[in-house]
Each structure stands twice: as structure tokens, then as C-alpha cells.
């Protein structure tokens, strides 16, 4: 062998570029845009709950006339957004009285309540009503005119033509009705309590007892 081949198999190869990984790059690059990604995320969150209002929300139902004590209230966290001001917020409105029925559970409208003492105007009156005298939805805060068919008058056995209804109150709300329709009974009768001007009790106590009640739906919109 000659020394130029000896020499020639002696000799360092070349050197080789030590190139960088391009995939550990891109998952670095994914990486960060991730961590970006959840760092705003968390930021929106936490702006949207810092939005959420503070409102008062009726603890049970709410009838006209009743004056207001903490424990019908309780404080929820909603987002309002531009509807905020049509509700009560701040301090509880202990001692305002109810303006007009609220379920349990709604948020308290600011116009659903008075800070004028009007308790004493209404009444909370029970109401036998017979099955299929009054509507089959009826439901707290609906309003009735209440009607008033008389017992026939005579002597007993001899034959009477049938009296015609009278109204006795008109757009009474309902504060409540018996869940359901059942009865125990051809002759049973519902208890309805209606809210019931303070100056119209007799009136229709007097008619409850004297013959029977039938309660028709007012539509929403009609009557005062």
C-alpha cells in the first residue's frame, strides 16, 4: 500500500452541522400560546363574576299588601348587565310593602314594591269554590272577578227558577290556590285566598256564605 493511501484513510472526516430539532420548537411555540391562551381566559372569567349584581330575590310568594321583613327576602348573584337598575339592590327592603305579587324566587322588581305604609288597604280572605268554578290554571298572583249565585229562597220543596250571577269583586289577585284539582267529593269544595280591599271583606264573606262562588279569569292586560 502506498503512503498516499495511508494517508488518505488517515485523514478526519468532515464535519458534520449539529441542526436543532424544528418539532422541539413547535411544541414550545404550542406551548406558550397555550399558557397565554388560559392566562386570558381566566382573566374573562374573572371579570364576568366580578360583574355579577348582588339583587334581592323573594324567599317565598309575595302577596299585595304585606310588608316586607328579612326573612321574606334573600340575596342572589345574577348578571344584569343594563337591567340592573329595575331591581332592588343595595340595602334589604325591610319594611317597604309589596305593590303587586311576586313568586318565590323572582328577582324583586323595584316597581313591585312601596315605601308608603299601605298594608292596612287588603286583606287576605279564604273562598270555598266549588270544582269547576273557577279556572283549572289558576295560579298565585292571576286576578278573578268573583261572582255570586245565591241559594233558590223558598220554602223548602216547592220548585224556584234559577237566580242570576252577581258580581261581588272585580280583579281580585289570587295569594293562593290547592295544588292540584283533587277533591274528596261531588259536595268539596277549594279553598282560594284572594287579596281583597279592606273595605270589600264583608262583601265577599257575605257572598261565601250565601250561596256559591264562581271565580273567572281576568286576561292579562284586562280590567283595572
Do not use: C, K
Amino acid at each position: 500500500m502506498s503512503d498516499a493511501g495511508t494517508a488518505q484513510d488517515l485523514a478526519s472526516p468532515p464535519a458534520q452541522r449539529l441542526l436543532p430539532r424544528r418539532w422541539l420548537d413547535v411544541r414550545a411555540v404550542l406551548g406558550i400560546l397555550l399558557l397565554l391562551g388560559s392566562m386570558v381566559g381566566g382573566a374573562r372569567l374573572f371579570a364576568a363574576a366580578s360583574r355579577e349584581t348582588a339583587v334581592w330575590a323573594a324567599a317565598h310568594d309575595l302577596a299585595p299588601g304585606e310588608r316586607l321583613s328579612r326573612g321574606d327576602l334573600r340575596l342572589v348573584r345574577v348578571r344584569l348587565n343594563a337591567a340592573a337598575p329595575r331591581y332592588l339592590t343595595g340595602a334589604a327592603p325591610t319594611g317597604y310593602v309589596v305593590a303587586r305579587f311576586v313568586a318565590a324566587d323572582e328577582l324583586l322588581p323595584a316597581g313591585a314594591v312601596s315605601a308608603s305604609a299601605r298594608e292596612d288597604t287588603s286583606r287576605l280572605v279564604t273562598v270555598p269554590v266549588q270544582a269547576g268554578h273557577m279556572p283549572p290554571d289558576l295560579a298565585p298572583g292571576d286576578r278573578v272577578d268573583v261572582y255570586l249565585t245565591p241559594r233558590p229562597a223558598g220554602a223548602p220543596g216547592t220548585a224556584a227558577g234559577p237566580t242570576a250571577p252577581t258580581l261581588v269583586l272585580a280583579a281580585a289577585v289570587v295569594q293562593s290556590r290547592p295544588s292540584g284539582g283533587r277533591t274528596f267529593g261531588a259536595d268539596a269544595a277549594l279553598s282560594v285566598v284572594l287579596v281583597v280591599p279592606a273595605d270589600r271583606v264583608a262583601d265577599v264573606v257575605r257572598a261565601a256564605e250565601s250561596g256559591a262562588v264562581d271565580l273567572v279569569a281576568v286576561p292579562a292586560g284586562g280590567g283595572p
